[in-house]
């Protein structure tokens, strides 16, 4: 079964929200451990307005970094984040190192579930751990049997654009990028650099700009403050700036031209 598939159906089945932080190049490789865009982070409704709201998306950020931290060492957690959102994290290690974790909880509304649900939460949590290890060693045992040449720039240029669609509204670094293919950062940047004529952090406004656009048009009741943060601009005036620069109006104005 794929992993995306397993994680809707858990979801699904224990009216849950599950989702998975990858850490490792085979979710980029792997058919089996690809998600959809809204499976790599926190996606209950709660959780998005929270995050959303000013000053969320920072706190997220330091308390997925701190959950990395204690997930290094193994071992199945659990606990509410900063805003009260419940979940159980078990984390995958392959040869010694963190390559996922998988989230387990019930983040449409704050507040710990009660016993039963926590146990379901946990169960599901450990099945989706073996299935994901399962398919990090079928993958590491067929990069032995059959060695890929050499990645060129086509490859990590298509990985840049994936990691960037998925993650655009969360604040994605090039240095994260470089830690999940396992090469140097520097190295990663001028790659990329050279094959689309443009940097990281360019690829990733075009991008924000790009799904602004959208959102101007196809909500148009949205305040363009809440389309700035949906898109990962956490400064209005810059949004603002970029925006101008890029269409030759502010946000208001295209959204009236339109």
Same mark, same amino acid.
């Given at each position: 079964m794929l992993l995306r598939e397993a994680m809707r159906l858990l979801e699904t089945q224990l009216d849950a929200v599950i989702d998975c932080e990858a850490l490792h190049p085979a979710f980029a490789e792997s058919d089996a451990l690809q998600l959809s865009p809204d499976q790599y982070h926190h996606h209950g409704n709660y959780c998005r307005r929270r995050?959303?709201?000013?000053?969320g998306m920072a706190g997220c950020a330091a308390n997925k970094e701190r959950s990395k931290e204690v997930a290094a060492y193994g071992r199945e957690f659990h606990g509410c984040c900063p805003f009260g959102?419940?979940?159980?994290?078990a984390p995958v290690l392959l040869d010694g190192r963190l390559a996922a974790i998988l989230y387990v909880g019930y983040?449409?509304?704050?507040?710990?579930?009660? $016993?039963?649900?926590?146990?379901?939460?946990?169960?599901?949590?450990?099945?989706?751990?073996?299935?994901v290890?399962?398919?990090?060693?079928?993958?590491?045992?067929?990069q032995f049997l059959h060695p890929r $040449?050499?990645?060129?720039?086509?490859?990590?240029?298509?990985?840049?654009?994936?990691?960037?669609?998925?993650?655009?509204?969360?604040?994605?670094?090039?240095?994260d990028l470089a830690e999940m293919l396992h090469v140097n950062e520097n190295y990663l940047g001028g790659v990329i650099r050279h094959a689309a004529g443009c940097s990281f952090r360019e690829m990733l406004l075009a991008t924000?700009?790009?799904?602004?656009e959208l959102l101007l048009i196809a909500y148009r009741s949205m305040p363009v403050g809440e389309v700035?943060?949906?898109?990962?601009?956490?400064?209005?005036?810059y949004f603002s700036t970029v925006f101008s620069r890029k269409f030759g109006c502010s946000p208001r104005d295209y959204r009236r031209r339109k």
């Open positions: 995050k959303f709201a000013p000053g959102v419940w979940d159980c994290a983040g449409r509304e704050p507040g710990s579930p009660g $016993k039963e649900a926590r146990r379901a939460a946990a169960a599901a949590a450990r099945w989706l751990r073996e299935l290890r399962l398919e990090l060693e079928q993958w590491k045992m067929q $040449k050499k990645r060129d720039e086509t490859y990590y240029l298509e990985q840049a654009r994936r990691f960037i669609d998925r993650r655009y509204p969360f604040d994605p670094s090039l240095s924000r700009l790009r799904e602004a700035a943060n949906r898109c990962g601009f956490r400064d209005g005036n």
